[in-house]
């Protein structure tokens, strides 16, 4: 329905907050990073790290922590590509965890065992 709206007014005239929804999006989303198709997780996490670039984006530090634990698992030299996306997102996150001081989540899901490997 919201695309519906979206699409029958001007991109300039149009100003939604989405805010209610963006945690239970991005939860959803990030539940996808562990299915098996590869599609499906590269368009989840090209769709998070769209959702986390929009500039009124803020999601909440469990949030954060949940997208994180289940984009750790993509960091991979097996497929460099979702790799890559997964890097990307988490550039989103830190960027925009740095403006709430947020970084926690990032700390311990990716630091100690993909950067860090023992």
Known sequence: MAVIASSTH???ALVMN?????DGAAVDLSLF?????????QLALQALDALLLAPSTCLS?????AVTHEAAGLLTDGDLHL???TLSLV???VVKAEATQQVSSIDV????HK????
């Open 10 to 12: 001007p991109p300039n």
């Open 115 to 118: 950067i860090y490997p023992n």
């Open 33 to 41: 990073l562990r299915q098996t198709s590869r599609n499906l997780k």
């Open 83 to 85: 790799a890559q996306l």
């Open 91 to 93: 550039h989103s996150l």
């Open 109 to 112: 899901n990716f630091l100690p």
């Open 61 to 65: 530090e469990s949030v954060c922590a």
């Open 18 to 22: 989405l805010a209610g929804l963006l």
